[in-house]
Every structure is written in C-alpha cells, then in structure tokens.
C-alpha cells in the first residue's frame, strides 16, 4: 500500500498558480489510481480531480475544470496539481489520495480511496 505526502502549498494572490506534488511511498505506485481533495473550514471534503493509474485518464471538478491540470509521473512515484488563476475560493487544505486501480472507472468520493495525506494549506489571497 502506498502512503501519500502532499507538498507545495501556501499563500498566492487571485488569479496566481501553485503546484502541489504528491510523493507516495512504495514501489506500487503505478498499481494505484490517485485524486485530490480540499476541505475548506465549515465545508465538506470535496472532490477536486482524479487520475488513473497510467496517466491516460483524468476527470476533473465543474469548479477546477480549465484551471487545474493533474498528472503523474509514475518513475517518480509523484503526482501532481498544477492550479492557475486562483481564486479565493480555491483556498482550502488539499488533500492526496491512492485507491487501487481500476480499469472501468474513475472514482470521485472520499469513501472510495483506500490511503490519504496529511494534507497541504493553499490559501488564496483577493
């Protein structure tokens, strides 16, 4: 089983960028299917983007869609979420998450991901 560990955030202005890397620990890492969520204060943990296993298949959030961009690179054992002209809602604690693979579908919900991160603080400025 991997064991993600999410780096990169901190505090940007709107319409700034951050990149967020999730190193995984292990040498599966290309067994597995990965995702980011966010939990901002007094919300849910929500859905944010998923890649599978290869790199092939993303799917992102309405709320992200066209601003931020997941990609992996399994040699490393690391994935990441580039994020672009943030917004002040994008502030939140983000989190990475590993499931194993699936060949059929993407999945989008926090009870359907086996391993999780600390988490990473991204707060955005107006």
């Known amino acids: 089983q991997v064991q993600p560990v999410e780096s990169g955030g901190g505090l940007v202005q709107a319409g700034g960028s951050l990149r967020l890397s999730c190193a995984a620990s292990?040498?599966?890492?290309?067994?597995?299917?990965m995702g980011w969520f966010r939990k901002a204060p007094g919300k849910e943990r929500e859905f944010v983007a998923t890649i599978n296993w290869s790199g092939g298949w993303t799917q992102y959030a309405d709320s992200v869609k066209g601003r931020f961009t997941i990609s992996r690179d399994n040699a490393k054992n690391t994935m990441y979420l580039q994020m672009g002209s943030l917004k002040p809602e994008d502030t939140a604690v983000y989190y990475c998450?590993?499931?194993?693979?699936?060949?059929?579908?993407?999945?989008?919900?926090?009870?359907?991901?086996?391993?999780w991160g600390q988490g990473t603080q991204v707060t955005v400025s107006s």
């Open positions: 998450a590993a499931k194993r693979k699936s060949f059929w579908s993407l999945a989008t919900t926090p009870k359907d991901f086996d391993s």
């Open positions: 292990g040498r599966t890492f290309s067994s597995y299917d």
